[in-house]
């Protein structure tokens, strides 16, 4: 089975600042990953993917994770975040052959002024 | 469009109440699922719909009820629920090719509360 972990479940940072959110994966085969947006009462977005190929990898809104298969690691960058960035983050997994996410415990992004 | 739309929003309702949340996406996914979040949790999945067969059931108690009438709608019947169900439904959609490079795309959730 596979698993995920969030090491953070709450990260403030003040506006333009950068950010890391961190996001470790724990899986006997190989693993799809996915870090999806969650703003206060609404449903999950998509950032960004990593299928295959290129290990960094871009998503929306000026994201940006990159997948290290030796760390087993997937964690989410931004050089410059903005107040409106303020929203829980879910890094997930799936593995070949299953259609369903493992989502880790979420990480909260505080973006203050 | 990548749009999955439910309804209602919110629903308040009383444990000996029956009623139903309702999901429907026009991207011609064939997956549909059912999930429940807590507050400051992620979503549990709760079932797994594929071409309109329900494919998993995460031993989700009787007084939830899916029900996928095409492959574009998929509905949740909620009977004699508890306080404990309250919380933020959501359901999703993704293509169903089976190797797990799928993307769900997200409805906007209905708030549920149990009096």
Redesign the interface.
Known sequence: AQSVTQLDSQVPVFEEAPVELRCNYSSSVS??L?W?VQYP??????LL?Y?SGSTLVKGINGFEAEFNKSQTSFHLRKPSVHISDTA?Y?CAV????????T????T?LLVSP | DTE?T?TPKHLVMGMTNKKSLKCEQHMGHR?MYWYKQKA????E?MF?Y?YEKLS?NESVPSRFSPECPNSSLLNLHLHALQPEDSALY?C?S?Q?S????????????T?LTVL
Do not use: W
Request: net charge positive; proline share 5%.
């Open positions: 693993v799809y996915f999806y009462n609404q449903g999950l977005q998509l993917k299928l829980e879910f799936s593995v070949s052959g299953y259609s369903t996410l989502f880790g415990k979420g909260m | 999955v439910q997956a400051k949790k992620p979503p999945l797994v594929s998993i959501l999703a993704s169903y089976g190797s797990g490079t799928d993307t769900q795309y997200f409805g906007p959730g708030r």
